[in-house]
């Protein structure tokens, strides 16, 4: 029940496209719904978040879309760009100060 | 500086060595964070401080993992008679506040690889 399984584990967009991640989530305590971006080397770092009071939420390219009913959750990259190549993690917390992870995506934008 | 700092960024060390490993926060922020990273994989939870206290470790996966933040700033991980099964990325994250409200600050880990 504590799991958030993320897919694809891989994912290849040509430039310009959307890039699509989505996660899954059992734990109906969780209210707080972050996406980090890991590039080779580096720390994770926050991307965008939500909480389940809103069904999406855009910062520029990105887009979180959140179906609190189905218990899932999506990341959008609009016109995806070879900069955003990078793996991507969402992850899920209570009013605990713990969050649960996905597996990550490794996403591959082709220029 | 600016940033969560870890040290060393790559540690090698041969089966049942100690190993201390060093992340000084953001100034400031009260709420640190022991993950592990294997290859592949998203983080996993060790251990998170709330000032000088742990106040979780219950992801330190036996008792040959410890951490200390003496005075609620930098804090050390330490593991004894490391086994190859230890070998990942040591991430270290800070935050203002307890989670969840925000971000968490990420350093850029400590690589410990067991021969």
């Known amino acids: 029940q504590q799991q958030v399984k993320q897919s694809p584990q891989s994912l290849i967009v040509q430039k310009g496209g959307i890039s699509i991640i989505n996660c899954a989530y059992e734990n109906t305590a969780f209210d707080y719904f972050p996406w980090y971006q890991q590039f080779p080397g580096k720390g994770p770092a926050l991307l965008i978040a939500?909480?389940?009071d809103v069904s999406e939420k855009k910062e520029g390219r990105f887009t979180i879309s959140f179906n609190k009913s189905a218990k899932q959750f999506s990341l959008h990259i609009m016109d995806s760009q070879p900069g955003d190549s990078a793996t991507y993690f969402c992850a899920a917390g209570d009013s605990n100060y713990q969050l649960i992870w996905g597996a990550g995506t490794k996403l591959i934008i082709k220029p | 500086g600016a940033g969560v700092s870890q040290t060393p960024s790559n540690k090698v060390t041969e089966k049942g060595k100690y190993v201390e490993l060093r992340c000084d926060p953001i100034s400031g922020h009260t709420a640190l964070y022991w993950y592990r990273q294997s290859l592949g994989q998203g983080p996993e939870f060790l251990i998170y401080?709330?000032?000088?206290?742990?106040?979780?470790d219950s992801g330190l996966p036996n008792d040959r993992f410890f951490a200390v933040r003496p005075e609620g700033s930098v804090s050390t991980l330490k593991i004894q008679r490391t086994e190859r099964g230890d070998s990942a990325v040591y991430l270290c994250?800070?935050?203002?506040?307890?989670?969840?409200?925000?971000?968490?600050?990420f350093g850029e880990g400590s690589r410990l690889t067991v021969l």
């Open positions: 401080f709330q000032g000088t206290g742990a106040a979780d």
């Open positions: 939500i909480r389940p």
């Open positions: 994250a800070s935050s203002l506040l307890a989670l969840n409200t925000g971000e968490l600050f």
